[in-house]
T-cell receptor, first 113, second 113 residues
Framework: AQSVTQPDIHITVSEGASLELRCNYS??????LFWYVQSPGQGLQLLLK??????LVQGIKGFEAEFKRSQSSFNLRKPSVHWSDAAEYFC???????????FGTGTSLTVIP | DAGVIQSPRHEVTEMGQEVTLRCKPI?????LFWYRQTMMRGLELLIYFNNNVPIDDSGMPEDRFSAKMPNASFSTLKIQPSEPRDSAVYFC???????????FGNGTRLTVT
């Protein structure tokens, strides 16, 4: 069965520091992968997606993610974090039927000045 | 594009009362999903529709929960009777055909006292 794991429940970084949020997926074929961000009181907003092709994908708000098949990973990165990036981040995988999404449990990001 | 619209944003009700949550998906989207989010259980899929037809309702917790999609632009999630353990944020999301991403509404925060 497909699944997505986010090993880090909570991460704290200083403003201006780099960020990497981990995501591992379990899926046999090439997965369809997504990163979402949820600010307090808001719904989930799509940051970026990976379907195929270039393994480094760019998203909104300066985020990028790299697909590594050998490690079954799709980690999210940002070179310099801003205080407004404090939020909950979810990794997700789309089923091979294209009907169901599998979400990780989320990583809560705190940004300290 | 107005995005996915949910109403109400907040709902406070007493145990035993009927609650109806509403959702207007993005025009042209063929899929509609209802999720529930709690601290304890994270993001749970309740039910999803394809072309207004319920496809998978295995996530609906009990018979007290029901969902309908009478047309392509409107869906409801009803809880009758409501219980305190139903307190959560309920999200509606929609997507188009193929392997397109989910677009979430801002959610309805339900509190049952």
């Amino acid at each position: 069965a497909q699944s997505v794991t986010q090993p880090d429940i909570h991460i704290t970084v200083s403003e201006g520091a780099s960020l990497e949020l981990r995501c591992n997926y379990s899926y046999g074929a090439t997965p369809y992968l997504f990163w979402y961000v949820q600010s307090p009181g808001q719904g989930l907003q799509l940051l970026l997606k990976y379907f195929s092709g270039d393994t480094l994908v760019q998203g909104i708000k300066g985020f990028e993610a790299e697909f590594k098949r050998s490690q079954s990973s799709f980690n999210l990165r940002k070179p310099s974090v801003h205080w407004s990036d404090a939020a909950e981040y979810f990794c997700a995988c789309l089923s091979n039927t294209g009907n169901q999404f599998y979400f990780g449990t989320g990583t809560s990001l705190t940004v300290i000045p | 594009d107005a995005g996915v619209i949910q109403s109400p944003r907040h709902e406070v009700t007493e145990m035993g009362q009927e609650v109806t949550l509403r959702c207007k998906p993005i025009s042209g989207h063929d899929y509609l999903f209802w999720y529930r989010q709690t601290m304890m259980r994270g993001l749970e899929l309740l039910i999803y529709f394809n072309n207004n037809v319920p496809i998978d309702d295995s996530g609906m917790p009990e018979d007290r929960f029901s969902a309908k999609m009478p047309n392509a632009s409107f869906s409801t999630l009803k809880i009758q009777p409501s219980e305190p353990r139903d307190s959560a944020v309920y999200f509606c999301a929609s997507r188009g055909q193929g392997f397109s991403p989910l677009h979430f509404g801002n959610g309805t925060r339900l509190t049952v006292t």
